[in-house]
């Protein structure tokens, strides 16, 4: 059961494919200063086509433009 922050955490990312024009780009940025450091840019359109990282419970931004 996922409650408050939780649910907003997972639901963000995929309001963001939702709502934003395919030409728009976005970046995913997680762990940032971790050794796991992940960061990604590629259009919404792109990744509407592609699986966005798992981000259960790590730290992480979106930059969109």
């Known amino acids: 059961l996922l409650v408050g922050d939780e649910i907003l955490a997972k639901l963000a ?26 960061i990604l840019t590629r259009s919404v359109a792109d990744w509407r086509r592609s699986r966005l990282p798992e981000l259960n419970r790590r730290p992480a931004i979106f930059i969109l433009g």
């Open 13 to 38: 990312p995929l309001a963001i494919l939702q709502l934003c024009a395919p030409q728009t780009m976005l970046t995913v940025a997680c762990d940032l200063t971790a050794p796991g450091e992940t």
